[in-house]
Antibody
Framework: QVALQQWGTELLKPSETLSLTCTIS????????CGWVRQPPGKGLEWLGE???????DYSPSLKGRLTLSVDTSNNEFSLRLASVTAADTGSYFC?????????????????????WGRGTTVTVS | ETFLTQSPDTLSLSPGESVTLSCRAS???????LAWYQKKPGQAPRLLLF???NRAAGIPDRFRGSGSGTDFTLTISRLEPEDFAVYYC?????????FGQGTKLEMK
């Protein structure tokens, strides 16, 4: 069964850098992306960005250049670094596999979705 | 940026009832890039539907999705106790891949 394991910093002070790592077992990121999503306490889900094994990235503009995603293909590890954290960055952080799958109904479009999720890391900035 | 607005914010229902949740996009999106997730406290989100109407593996047929353009719906028939959670739609048609604000389904 495909599973994502994630780990990283859980307690930081303001201005420090958050670091999280995600790896997959029982499956592969080949052809897909590693996405990152967070949820502040009492709020909804927020998409942060994604990266594939080739290092192609896409970031949410809301993070204003503070976010860096990277990949270590030799260890099959995907990492997130969020610089200059504040209390507003407190929350649960999830990695997820963002699938790219051909749509049977169209040669022009694909299915994109987050099918497997890590268990989440609770991050506190205080 | 494509904004997704879900309605209502909260619903109070009883097991056995049926419900339809709405997800409206600020601009037209291709249905194959619309997904629905279920989120329970302390757990990771769980994929329910992709491509607006395709059930993910292991999702019972009580969950049905439909829609196109800017209007999408998730219908849950015969609510079970484990269905009470927060539901999110997400579009991956245009970056940033935004989520709706969520609809909380609570037990009456």
């Amino acid at each position: 069964q495909v599973a994502l394991q994630q780990w990283g910093t859980e307690l930081l002070k303001p201005s420090e850098t958050l670091s999280l790592t995600c790896t997959i077992s029982g499956g592969s990121f080949s052809g897909h992306y590693c996405g990152w999503v967070r949820q502040p306490p009492g709020k909804g889900l927020e998409w942060l960005g994604e990266i594939n094994r080739s290092g192609n990235t896409d970031y949410s503009p809301s993070l204003k250049g503070r976010l860096t995603l990277s990949v270590d293909t030799s260890n099959n590890e995907f990492s997130l670094r969020l610089a200059s954290v504040t209390a507003a960055d407190t929350g649960s952080y999830f990695c997820a596999r963002r699938v790219r799958e051909s749509s049977p109904s169209s040669i022009y479009y694909y299915y994109y979705y987050l099918d497997v999720w890590g268990r989440g890391t609770t991050v506190t900035v205080s | 940026e494509t904004f997704l607005t879900q309605s209502p914010d909260t619903l109070s229902l009883s097991p056995g009832e049926s419900v339809t949740l709405s997800c409206r996009a600020s601009q037209s999106i291709v249905a194959s890039y619309l997904a629905w997730y279920q989120k329970k406290p302390g757990q990771a989100p769980r994929l329910l539907l992709f491509g607006a109407s395709n059930r993910a593996a292991g999702i019972p047929d009580r969950f049905r999705g439909s829609g196109s353009g800017t209007d999408f719906t998730l219908t849950i028939s015969r609510l079970e106790p484990e269905d009470f959670a927060v539901y999110y739609c997400q579009q991956c048609y245009s970056s940033p891949y935004t989520f709706g604000q969520g609809t909380k389904l609570e037990m009456k």
